[in-house]
């Protein structure tokens, strides 16, 4: 196992997140250990880890769904953190008649939804499915939406709480190559504008070396943190996942950009 | 007691038939008048949060709670409604703080309210004849008192309808997202559950305990095959739950048909489910 945080913490960095001591037991079973680390403001953070190493139990605990001993300090912009979360997937009867617009909408109107979406409301989810290039899909039934089509919903409803923190779940479950790059694309962009911090879970190494700026690697306990290519390292890697991983090559990553075996380093766009 | 009589008068002006002149005819009218929509609305929620069973386990809790009422000489109808609101926040403080699956506690309640109930019943036979009425429903007998009740119940649950339609269908769709996005979940869950179980209780009285799920569910299954637009499913199951009730208990009178109002309401109410599964097929040929 590699050495607990081997690039020491900068102390300038500002929290958006502090986890402190977390722990988490599940029926005897240890799932999260005394985790502790820190969310930097304004940054893309991932965590990574194998299977059952607690990384969604560690975004539960953020969200308060779970029990947890421990401490979780979340800052916001200006006083209590909003936080839009992003699921896995939305487990949901794909009968129900619900359109995107009234999806949107639902959080936000009072007056019920059967005296119709009210106009701000409908401007304002149709300005925000714009942004994530989803303006198409307005009038459509959200239980006949695809699996990449979902996410974009689902990251325009978490942008309407206008977050200080918009946490993901794995954005890249269910969806394509293609269409995950897009998305990752896609979330730079709006959190370059946006100015929110992004913490996502991912097991997709290709996709955290591209977007990430900073890794939590987790398996039960932290094994590291730290920028990509100071934690992407194959020894770090293969600490937490048990193997050779063979997608990353810290030695050969740039200042701000990784190089991986992933196909979209192989074409010559990305070359 | 407010005098109901302007209102049942309003009743046989409206529906000007010959069995609607009854006093009993056009207080069974007025119940179902009140029922109906608080059925379609909350039939909307049990589909949504696939609640089926939980609408039955309380509905066969109301064997219990009459003879509870029976055996210690209290009012039947006052202990079946509490007993049930008593059953439905059990289920769902068990659901909220155990991890067995929603219909393993549901089932654990719904054995035990039905076993409890059969072991009361069967230390006094007269009380069987009593218990009868609720497994088939008698919405005739209905009497003023409780229709104030019905009025009061509706009062209070259309203005929870009004609050909270929106965040109880966030709350159906996914409850983590619905709690990251500062709904409040847990009271909303119990206050569904509380005025649902009322709810399931005054329909017992009106169809019985075999058809109670029907009332909610068919109104519902019905609006989701014509609605394009959860705003419009809420409009659809109205208009399928009136009709059907206004319809079943004309139909019941009927000298030509003479059936069980309860049963009557709900073959009606199957009879726009069957209309409306065309609806998607000749959507979908106009289209093409």
Not at chain 2, 258 to 271: K, N
Request: glycine share 8%.
């Amino acid at each position: 196992m590699a050495a607990t945080d081997p690039f020491p913490r900068q102390p300038t960095v500002v929290a958006a997140v502090r986890f402190e001591s977390i722990s988490v037991t599940r029926d005897g079973v240890s799932i999260l250990d005394g985790v502790s680390a820190t969310v930097p403001k304004g940054s893309c953070t991932a965590i990574i880890g194998p299977n059952g190493a607690g990384k969604t139990t560690l975004l539960l605990a953020l969200l308060n769904e779970i029990t947890y001993q421990g401490r979780i300090h979340v800052t916001g912009n200006s006083g209590r953190a909003r936080i839009g979360y992003v699921p896995q997937r939305l487990a949901f009867d794909r009968g129900m008649p619900l359109t995107v617009n009234e999806f949107l909408a639902m959080g936000f109107q009072k007056k019920p939804l059967w005296f119709g979406v009210r106009g701000d409301l409908q401007r304002q989810g149709l300005d925000f499915l714009t942004l994530v290039k989803a303006e198409h899909l307005a009038g459509r039934r959200i239980g006949a939406l695809s699996g990449g089509e979902m996410q974009r919903v689902l990251l325009a409803l978490a942008l309407m709480q206008e977050p200080d923190l918009l946490v993901l779940d794995e954005p890249s479950a269910g969806v394509d190559f293609q269409g995950e790059h897009i998305f990752c694309e896609l979330l730079d962009d709006l959190r370059r504008q946006k100015g929110f911090t992004q913490l996502m879970v991912s097991h997709d190494l290709p996709t955290v070396t591209h977007h990430a700026t900073h890794v939590i690697c987790l398996n039960r306990k932290v094994a590291a943190e730290g920028p990509p290519r100071q934690t992407l390292t194959d020894a770090n890697l293969t600490a937490i996942f048990g193997m050779h991983m063979g997608l990353v090559n810290s030695r050969s990553m740039p200042e701000d950009k990784t190089n991986c075996s992933a196909p979209c380093c192989q074409g010559p766009a990305d070359a | 007691m407010p005098d109901l009589s302007p209102l049942y008068a309003l009743i046989a002006l409206l529906l000007p038939f010959d069995c609607m002149q009854a006093r009993f005819m056009q207080q069974a009218m007025a119940g179902l008048l009140l029922l109906a929509p608080m059925a379609a609305a909350m039939g909307i929620m049990v589909v949504n949060f696939r609640m089926a069973f939980f609408s039955d386990a309380i509905s066969h809790s109301a064997f219990a709670g009459v003879a509870l009422g029976l055996i210690f000489s209290l009012d039947p109808n006052w202990t079946m409604p509490v007993f049930g609101l008593l059953v439905g926040l059990g289920i769902t403080i068990l659901q909220r703080h155990s991890s067995l699956s929603n219909d393993t506690v549901i089932g654990v309640f719904f054995s035990a309210m039905v076993a409890f109930g059969l072991a009361i019943v069967s230390r006094d036979r007269s009380l069987a004849r009593d218990l009868q009425r609720f497994l088939y429903g008698d919405i005739l007998t209905i009497s003023d008192p409780q229709i104030l009740c019905l009025l009061a119940l509706f009062l209070v649950f259309m203005t929870f309808q009004v609050v909270s339609y929106n965040h109880l269908l966030y709350i159906g769709l996914n409850p983590s997202l619905a709690r990251a996005h500062r709904v409040r979940v847990a009271a909303q869950q119990y206050i569904f559950a509380g005025l649902l179980s009322l709810i399931v209780m005054f329909a017992v009285q009106a169809v019985g305990v075999l058809l109670v799920t029907a009332m909610l569910i068919v109104p519902a299954a019905t609006a989701r095959n014509v609605a394009r637009s959860a705003g419009s499913m809420f409009w659809w199951a109205m208009l399928a739950s009136i009709t059907s009730a206004v319809l079943g208990l004309i139909v019941s009178a009927q000298d030509w048909a003479r059936t069980a109002t309860g049963a009557t309401i709900i073959l009606v109410a199957c009879g726009w489910f069957l209309v409306s599964l065309a609806i998607p097929v000749l959507r979908r040929e106009r289209a093409s």
